[in-house]
Protein backbone atom coordinates (compact mmCIF):
# COMPACT_ATOMS: atom_id res chain seq x y z
CA UNK A 1 0.00 0.00 0.00
CA UNK A 2 2.80 2.49 0.89
CA UNK A 3 5.98 2.77 -0.81
CA UNK A 4 9.28 4.39 0.70
CA UNK A 5 9.08 7.18 -1.96
CA UNK A 6 5.93 8.07 -0.97
CA UNK A 7 6.24 8.07 2.79
CA UNK A 8 9.68 9.94 2.09
CA UNK A 9 7.75 12.51 0.23
CA UNK A 10 5.35 12.56 3.32
CA UNK A 11 7.83 12.88 5.98
CA UNK A 12 9.54 16.01 4.26
CA UNK A 13 6.19 17.46 4.25
CA UNK A 14 6.24 16.76 7.95
CA UNK A 15 9.73 17.74 8.83
CA UNK A 16 9.17 21.44 6.88
CA UNK A 17 5.58 21.62 7.86
CA UNK A 18 6.73 21.23 11.78
CA UNK A 19 9.88 23.49 11.36
CA UNK A 20 6.96 26.12 9.96
CA UNK A 21 5.09 26.12 12.79
CA UNK A 22 8.12 25.94 15.08
CA UNK A 23 9.20 29.18 13.22
CA UNK A 24 6.11 31.35 13.96
CA UNK A 25 5.86 30.50 18.30
CA UNK A 26 6.20 33.06 20.25
CA UNK A 27 9.11 33.23 22.46
CA UNK A 28 10.99 30.15 22.34
CA UNK A 29 14.17 30.78 24.92
CA UNK A 30 11.41 31.90 27.49
CA UNK A 31 9.85 30.12 29.77
CA UNK A 32 6.97 28.03 27.91
CA UNK A 33 4.60 31.30 27.03
CA UNK A 34 2.05 29.06 26.94
CA UNK A 35 0.86 25.90 28.89
CA UNK A 36 -1.72 24.61 26.15
CA UNK A 37 0.90 25.07 23.03
CA UNK A 38 3.81 23.51 25.16
CA UNK A 39 1.71 20.83 26.26
CA UNK A 40 0.28 19.99 21.84
CA UNK A 41 4.08 20.55 20.76
CA UNK A 42 5.08 17.83 23.73
CA UNK A 43 2.38 15.84 22.18
CA UNK A 44 3.07 16.00 18.78
CA UNK A 45 6.97 15.21 19.44
CA UNK A 46 6.41 12.70 22.18
CA UNK A 47 4.20 10.32 19.85
CA UNK A 48 6.73 10.59 16.61
CA UNK A 49 9.79 10.20 19.35
CA UNK A 50 7.46 7.20 20.20
CA UNK A 51 7.01 5.52 16.87
CA UNK A 52 10.61 5.83 15.93
CA UNK A 53 11.65 4.05 19.17
CA UNK A 54 9.01 1.37 18.50
CA UNK A 55 10.45 1.08 14.87
CA UNK A 56 14.14 0.93 16.09
CA UNK A 57 13.99 -1.70 19.16
CA UNK A 58 14.66 1.02 21.52
CA UNK A 59 13.23 2.16 24.78
CA UNK A 60 10.01 4.18 24.38
CA UNK A 61 10.63 7.89 25.87
CA UNK A 62 9.04 9.47 29.01
CA UNK A 63 7.91 12.31 28.82
CA UNK A 64 6.64 14.94 31.00
CA UNK A 65 5.94 17.81 29.17
CA UNK A 66 6.95 20.11 32.03
CA UNK A 67 10.42 18.98 31.96
CA UNK A 68 11.33 21.33 29.25
CA UNK A 69 11.57 24.78 30.63
CA UNK A 70 11.52 26.40 27.15
CA UNK A 71 10.08 25.43 24.27
CA UNK A 72 13.98 26.00 22.68
CA UNK A 73 14.25 23.03 24.87
CA UNK A 74 11.47 20.82 23.98
CA UNK A 75 12.78 21.80 20.18
CA UNK A 76 15.81 20.38 20.75
CA UNK A 77 14.78 17.15 22.11
CA UNK A 78 12.60 16.56 19.25
CA UNK A 79 14.61 17.50 16.16
CA UNK A 80 16.64 14.97 16.11
CA UNK A 81 13.74 12.54 15.48
CA UNK A 82 13.12 13.68 11.47
CA UNK A 83 16.81 12.51 10.35
CA UNK A 84 16.50 9.03 12.15
CA UNK A 85 13.30 8.15 10.96
CA UNK A 86 14.25 9.20 7.20
CA UNK A 87 17.47 6.77 8.11
CA UNK A 88 15.27 4.15 9.13
CA UNK A 89 12.65 4.29 6.40
CA UNK A 90 15.37 4.73 3.52
CA UNK A 91 17.06 1.57 4.70
CA UNK A 92 13.61 -0.46 4.31
CA UNK A 93 11.92 -1.69 1.63
CA UNK A 94 8.73 -2.55 0.38
CA UNK A 95 8.64 -6.03 1.95
CA UNK A 96 9.67 -4.49 5.07
CA UNK A 97 6.56 -1.86 5.34
CA UNK A 98 4.19 -4.41 4.85
CA UNK A 99 5.44 -6.31 8.29
CA UNK A 100 2.88 -6.62 10.72
CA UNK A 101 4.36 -3.88 13.61
CA UNK A 102 2.16 -4.46 16.72
CA UNK A 103 1.82 -0.99 18.65
CA UNK A 104 2.06 -2.00 22.16
CA UNK A 105 0.25 0.89 23.41
CA UNK A 106 -2.64 0.33 20.90
CA UNK A 107 -4.43 -1.77 23.88
CA UNK A 108 -5.24 1.41 25.33
CA UNK A 109 -7.43 2.39 22.78
CA UNK A 110 -9.42 -1.02 22.82
CA UNK A 111 -12.30 0.47 25.02
CA UNK A 112 -13.08 3.23 23.11
CA UNK A 113 -13.09 0.79 19.49
CA UNK A 114 -15.09 -1.67 21.43
CA UNK A 115 -12.73 -4.66 20.32
CA UNK A 116 -9.17 -5.28 20.14
CA UNK A 117 -6.82 -3.24 18.00
CA UNK A 118 -5.88 -4.97 14.35
CA UNK A 119 -2.21 -5.19 13.90
CA UNK A 120 -1.00 -2.53 11.58
CA UNK A 121 2.01 -2.59 9.50
CA UNK A 122 5.61 -0.74 9.32
CA UNK A 123 4.26 1.03 6.41
CA UNK A 124 0.95 2.14 8.32
CA UNK A 125 2.88 3.16 11.56
CA UNK A 126 5.14 5.44 9.38
CA UNK A 127 1.85 6.97 7.48
CA UNK A 128 0.30 7.79 10.62
CA UNK A 129 2.92 9.57 12.25
CA UNK A 130 2.37 12.11 9.40
CA UNK A 131 -1.03 12.00 9.89
CA UNK A 132 -1.08 12.61 13.45
CA UNK A 133 1.09 15.53 13.53
CA UNK A 134 -1.06 17.25 10.84
CA UNK A 135 -3.89 16.70 13.37
CA UNK A 136 -1.72 18.24 16.00
CA UNK A 137 -0.08 20.75 13.85
CA UNK A 138 -3.40 21.85 13.25
CA UNK A 139 -4.36 22.23 17.14
CA UNK A 140 -1.31 24.34 17.65
CA UNK A 141 -1.98 26.73 14.74
CA UNK A 142 -5.17 27.40 16.30
CA UNK A 143 -3.95 28.02 19.54
CA UNK A 144 -1.07 30.38 18.02
CA UNK A 145 -4.05 32.00 16.35
CA UNK A 146 -5.86 31.97 19.76
CA UNK A 147 -2.55 34.04 21.04
CA UNK A 148 -2.66 36.47 18.37
CA UNK A 149 -0.18 34.76 16.22
CA UNK A 150 -0.70 34.42 12.33
CA UNK A 151 -0.49 30.67 12.02
CA UNK A 152 1.37 29.42 9.08
CA UNK A 153 0.10 27.64 5.82
CA UNK A 154 1.42 24.20 6.32
CA UNK A 155 -0.76 22.51 3.88
CA UNK A 156 0.82 19.68 1.92
CA UNK A 157 -0.51 20.96 -1.64
CA UNK A 158 1.15 24.45 -0.06
CA UNK A 159 4.39 22.73 0.58
CA UNK A 160 3.99 21.76 -2.87
CA UNK A 161 3.22 25.00 -4.91
CA UNK A 162 6.40 26.66 -2.99
CA UNK A 163 8.42 23.66 -4.67
CA UNK A 164 8.78 21.39 -2.09
CA UNK A 165 11.04 23.44 0.14
CA UNK A 166 13.43 21.60 3.04
CA UNK A 167 12.47 22.21 6.41
CA UNK A 168 14.22 25.40 7.92
CA UNK A 169 15.06 24.90 11.75
CA UNK A 170 17.26 28.17 11.50
CA UNK A 171 14.67 29.78 14.10
CA UNK A 172 16.62 28.32 17.20
Known amino acids: ?35 RLGDLLAHLHFTQQSFLALWTGQTQPRLESARFATLAELRAWASPYYQRALAFLRARDAADLAEPRPVPWARLFERQLGRPPSISTLGETFFQVTSHSTYHRAQVNTRLRELGVTPPLVDYIGWLWQGRPAAAWSRF
Do not use: G, I, Q, Y
Open 1 to 35: MFSVEVLSDLHAHMEWADATVWAATPEPNSPTPDP
